[in-house]
């Protein structure tokens, strides 16, 4: 179908203006509604579609599914049917929604028992996560970074532009957004000391940075091509990797960053298919000098994707502090799959890969606040008075990311985590 005739496309479930979740969009969670087990939906406008109940009630019989994959705490069994049962159950739901289909819309019984009110229902973490990989793969973040923790040599280092570097994060500690995060303890060396302290961290900071769900599985020894990586990918999330930049600065040589990182990333509910996110598709960067052959590839593989971050202080009205877009990022997707496979290394269904901090080129658009207080030395104004270097208690940060193209909007919601004192 042409972009045309999708905008176009009507729901007779109502959709408000700038509405994230847009009949084109239908991206899948875990919810929970009153005293039932949580389930699988698809958010559509202010509701969510529990899916569960529109195969108990035959809505989904086409799909010749042999159980009720829907019925679940998590999607990973879902996806694991593979991209055509995703394709096939899109279109399905496309045509009960729209506004001259009355199947459902017209049985008042079924419609209020499908449609659940999202303000009513708690969203879950969508995936049960196996592993999960953090890339680096924003050359404007890896060079600020490089200028503050290496003032005296080159910015970048000399493998940044031939591999898309990452390293193994933890699972664990993935959580849903709305879920509070204390402030993490660890081990720092202050400016200017000669023995290491002990004590909460004093450089809290967010990654501004998006996830994506593997959706299938490659055998140990295998690898996946930058062909083929899209097949393998279920779809994205907004990715907030929490991270503490005094533990990470006294920590990370030479193994990379450890405690600094692994105490909690906040994840957006709702997972936009990459069904969902093919009209957004466009070119990334030049990539100069050239790329070894495996991650060579053919077409447009990045993706238009703007990104907001808000501060909210405790009792405060939410400020936008940066603005960002995926379509940054020096490494795409399929070359992080790639890369991340080429040696044989076996993806599991519902692992996670984020991309790292997603900087622009300008000052408004870095994705941390490392970078947008350029290390605390030029702290960000509050509407309140105040003003910040890092992350203080009581900050809310709120993560949120839209695409659209002509009358074409979808959306991820957000992610919000607010910030606790250490215990
Ligand atoms: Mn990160």
Same mark, same amino acid.
């Given at each position: 179908?042409? +972009? ?6 009507? $729901? ?10 847009? &009949? %084109? ?11 039932? !087990?949580?389930?699988? =939906? ?12 529109? @195969? ?14 829907? !019925? ?10 593979? !991209? #055509? ?36 229902? $708690? ?15 924003? *050359? ?5 970074? =490089? ?7 080159? #910015? ?22 709305? $879920? ?17 302290? /002990? ?10 940075? *998006? =996830? ?23 779809? *994205?999330? +907004? ?9 990470? !600065? ?33 070119? =990334? ?7 070894? #052959? ?8 990045? /993706? ?5 971050? %808000? ?9 936008? +502090? ?6 940054? &990022? ?35 658009? @870095? ?18 008075? $105040?003003?910040?270097? /890092? ?10 990311? @839209? ?15 607010? +910030?606790?004192?250490?215990?």
């Amino acid at each position: 179908m042409k +972009i045309s005739s999708l905008s176009s496309l009507n $729901t007779w479930v109502h959709v408000p203006a700038n509405s994230d979740f847009t &009949l %084109y969009n239908l991206p899948y969670g875990i919810f929970k509604y009153g005293s039932k !087990k949580p389930r699988v =939906g698809v958010a559509i406008g202010e509701h969510i579609l529990d899916l569960s109940y529109l @195969y108990k009630k035959g809505y989904l019989d086409q799909l010749f599914l042999n159980e009720n994959v829907f !019925k679940s705490d998590s999607l990973n069994r879902f996806i694991a049917l593979g !991209k #055509p049962y995703w394709t096939l159950t899109r279109k399905r739901l496309i045509d009960i929604l729209k506004e001259d289909n009355g199947e459902l819309r017209d049985r008042k019984e079924d419609v209020e028992k499908a449609l659940i009110p999202m303000k009513k229902a $708690t969203l879950l973490m969508p995936v049960k996560v196996g592993n999960y990989t953090d890339f680096y793969s924003s *050359m404007e973040h890896a060079t600020n970074v =490089g200028k503050m923790f290496r003032p005296d040599g080159d #910015p970048l280092l000399p493998n940044w532009k031939h591999i898309p570097v990452g390293y193994h994060g933890r699972a664990s500690s993935i959580v849903v957004s709305g $879920t509070p995060i204390h402030r993490p303890k660890g081990q720092t060396m202050p400016d200017g000391a000669t023995t290491p302290v /002990f004590g909460p961290t004093r450089q809290l900071d967010f990654e501004l940075e *998006m =996830g994506f769900i593997v959706g299938r599985e490659n055998e140990l020894g295998t690898s996946i091509t930058t062909d083929q990586a899209e097949q393998y990918i279920f779809g *994205m999330l +907004i990715f907030n990797d929490w991270s503490a930049r005094d533990i990470q !600065k006294w920590e990370y040589v030479p193994l990379g960053p450890f405690l600094s990182k692994n105490f909690a990333s906040s994840v957006s509910p709702w997972v936009v298919t990459m069904d969902a996110l093919e009209p957004f598709r466009c070119a =990334g960067p030049i990539q100069d000098p050239p790329v070894l #052959p495996y991650l060579r590839f053919e077409g447009e593989k990045s /993706f238009d994707i703007h990104l907001e971050v %808000y501060l909210q202080p405790e009792g405060g009205e939410p400020q936008l +502090i940066s603005e960002s877009n995926h379509k940054y &990022l020096y490494w795409n997707i399929s070359q992080q799959l790639a890369h991340h496979t080429v040696n044989g290394c076996n993806m599991k269904i519902g692992d996670i890969c984020a991309s790292g901090t997603i900087s622009g080129a300008t000052e408004n658009s @870095y994705g941390s606040m490392l970078e947008l207080t350029w290390r605390g030395t030029r702290p960000i104004r509050l509407a309140n008075g $105040t003003e910040r270097k /890092f992350i203080e208690d009581g900050d809310t940060v709120i993560m949120k990311a @839209y695409c659209k193209k002509g009358n074409l909007r979808i959306g991820f919601g957000s992610v919000q985590c607010k +910030i606790l004192p250490a215990i």
